[in-house]
């Protein structure tokens, strides 16, 4: 069960598995763009360092997402409103590419096969990722953290409730600017630093009616947000 | 909305996309191997071609599934008992590996990142597929298909009405002897037909009390289940 007023969130554990629930918080359930997520066009907005955001697009329209400082990692989803069951999927993206990397011009799908969000520019290299799953509460805690530590799971979660949206899954992301290169006839594949430039963006036009959620990825234990550089914030734009 | 009754099971359309509700139907939503899927030790049971069961695999305990006729894709899936949103997820897979196929001994895990599934014995050349989604209606439809065509997202429904089991999501399946080579610095893959042989078998050991859906998958507009050859029954049997 969750509780929500002015200031605070509050949760009550459940002993069955509800993906809805974020298994910890930070600020990104207090600041939504606007109260369902509306945002104003040609308006900069900023997703802070290890949080997320979601924002409504409307069929034909982009987001514009910068990578100010160019080191972040952005997860990305897309969820078809209204439906919640709906989104942006990677597995059925990959079937529809015959690849396993994205490039510019290439349309992103949801699990019902249809097209949702089209790559139409980028000024970075073009290294994104299809393949891994976004970070989340027990991620960390297998890599060492000994407390909460801030997830793309959790501000998933959180970007929605703040806006009032329920969901029953959390997809697999597509993971702008994240380097995993597979390399080798065995499938290993290795954890890399980011390819884009401080200011680089990515151009994504909606072929429906959408909710996009993006995290400014907390990964700090891998050096997939760069090496020796913190996570730090990414902006965007909407653009009719 | 679903009614069952002894012989048909009559499913109202919706408005909005409900992941349990099959797009047409075949015979498996009428052959569970018992009213909650529980199965007998050693038994030998039959998955005929193009059709899907559910089976309860306890802790500790063993599957073989057997690739009777050598050529045939099982779809795999497996649902932690009682919860219905944790699941054996794929992407949480390759996470875990750091690659992007699986070897004998491997262990796959679930989207909460909990061991579930083991590979304890592979008697076949070890080809399997952790990328790809299922087929289902829309893959079929987009491939040419005119009318209503079997496919494993509905198998996988069906298996889990006929014992009584809501989804709130068709998780990526492991797809075992789907041969599905990537290729090349560009992330290209190729659908191949399987390396398998008559009477290979898989063994897989449950880390948890779980439920185990296997498709043979019905695909038959892509070289996936063999050249030249219909899509074929699987079998498989419970091992203490």
Redesign the interface.
């Known amino acids: 069960m969750i509780t929500v007023n002015n200031n605070w969130v509050f949760i009550m554990q459940k002993d ?4 809805s629930i974020p298994d910890g918080q930070n600020s990104t359930i207090k600041n939504p763009i606007s109260y369902d997520g509306t945002g104003e066009i040609g308006k900069r907005y900023i997703i802070p360092a290890r949080q997320g955001r979601a924002v409504r697009l409307k069929k034909n329209q982009s987001i514009l997402i910068y990578n100010t400082k160019g080191n972040q990692v952005c997860d990305f989803f897309a969820l ?1 409103d ?2 919640g ?2 989104f942006l ?4 993206t ?2 529809s590419l ?4 994205v490039r510019t011009g290439d349309t992103l799908v949801t ?4 097209p949702l969000i089209k790559i139409v520019e980028d000024t970075s290299p073009g290294i994104h990722d299809i ?3 976004c970070c ?1 509460h ?2 960390y805690q ?1 890599l060492g953290a000994s407390s909460y530590h801030d997830n793309c799971a959790d501000n998933f979660r959180m970007s929605l409730l703040a806006i009032n949206v329920q969901i ?3 997809p ?1 992301p597509f993971n702008i600017w994240m380097n995993i290169p ?1 390399t080798g006839n ?5 954890w890399e630093a980011p390819v884009s430039s401080a200011g680089d963006f990515i151009k994504l036009s909606a072929h429906e009616d959408c909710i996009v959620v993006m995290s400014a990825c907390p990964q700090d234990m891998t050096p997939v947000n760069g090496i020796g550089v913190l996570p730090a914030e990414l902006e965007f734009e909407l653009e009719n």
């Open positions: 069955v598995y509800d993906p078809i209204g439906a069951s709906e999927s990677m597995e059925h990959r079937t015959g690849r396993v990397y699990n019902r096969r249809r393949l891994i799953a989340d027990e991620r297998q029953k899954h959390i697999s597979v065995t499938g290993e594949y290795s």
